[in-house]
């Protein structure tokens, strides 16, 4: 595994992180055909950075104009295999990104670990954007989601891991995302940037059958960012969608409109249903 902005890497941790990330692309890939050929080549092609659309990021770049450590010639050879390998998972990488689902459909065949050490290796050898890219893809796919970020977030990428659990949310229905909640605690994930985003962001009729589902404090919690974050309009859709589910009073309360009448069906217009029109015709003998 290599990880991002290690700068005690040596030679051999980053041949075996290149070379184990060349051995996934071709056990799983099956568009990367051109990359086990070239691969199996006593001599690598010259994969020159101009012929590929991104920046050249090496690993050992120096730019502060100091001449730095002297190499070896195996140091050397090291060193001109890492950029050969490199060049090679790009080339192949760049191919399967042109194609966005033969893309998405590689990426998930991939189990959790190598789904991480893809992006970590694509971050570093191609963009940060791209291994972000690897993760942010297989995490709107994933079937182990939950695996998945657990190794984003021993991995130091936190952040990324509640982003991506927020997305695949996003991209679920009721269903998909009663299962994800419920998949959560089972695991005693902190189901809260998910809940906080359902208040923000989720439509108004989905949130009645998902409070159904959550405990009173997930509730509370649920139900303070809608009123804090939503305006009038959407409280009021809440509200009369509460009713229809017959959600407590409590919870039509702590929308913040609870002053709203139920949104019965209108009363048929009769006299007797019309005080003021009772005064004014006379009594029915």
């Not at 980053?14 to 051995?23: E, G």
């Not at 012929?51 to 195996?74: K, Q």
């Not at 290796?121 to 709107?140: F, R």
């Not at 959600?247 to 949104?263: M, N, Q, T």
Request: charged share 25%; hydrophobic share 35%; proline share 8%.
């Amino acid at each position: 595994m290599i990880k991002p902005h290690r700068d005690d890497a040596t030679p051999d941790d980053v041949d075996t992180a290149l070379a184990k990330a060349a051995w996934h692309l071709d056990k799983k890939a099956d568009r990367l055909d051109l990359l086990a050929d070239e691969l199996r080549q006593d001599n690598p092609p010259d994969n020159s950075p101009t012929s590929i659309n991104t920046p050249d990021n090496l690993l050992h770049r120096n730019t502060t104009g100091d001449p730095g450590p002297r190499h070896t010639d195996e140091d050397e050879q090291s060193l001109a295999r890492q950029h050969a390998m490199k060049q090679e998972i790009l080339q192949s990488y760049w191919q399967l990104r042109a194609n966005r689902e033969a893309y998405c459909r590689t990426i998930t065949q991939f189990p959790p670990s190598e789904a991480y050490e893809l992006g970590a290796l694509i971050y570093q050898i191609a963009t940060p954007e791209e291994g972000e890219l690897v993760w942010s893809t297989y995490g709107s796919h994933a079937l182990h989601l939950l695996a998945f970020l657990e190794k984003l977030a021993d991995g130091g990428w936190g952040h990324h891991a509640t982003q991506i659990l927020v997305d695949a949310a996003r991209g679920r229905k009721v269903g998909g995302l009663l299962q994800l909640i419920d998949e959560m605690e089972v695991a005693g994930t902190d189901p809260t940037p998910v809940l906080s985003d359902i208040a923000i962001h989720r439509a108004t009729r989905d949130i009645p059958p998902i409070l159904a589902n959550l405990s009173l404090r997930d509730r509370r919690s649920m139900l303070a960012d809608f009123r804090t974050h939503r305006s009038i309009g959407d409280k009021q859709e809440l509200v009369r969608a509460m009713h229809a589910a017959n959600r407590p009073d409590w919870e039509i309360f702590d929308v913040g409109l609870a002053s709203i009448p139920a949104p019965f069906a209108p009363t048929p217009a009769t006299a007797d249903a019309h005080p003021t029109l009772r005064l004014r015709l006379p009594p029915q003998s």
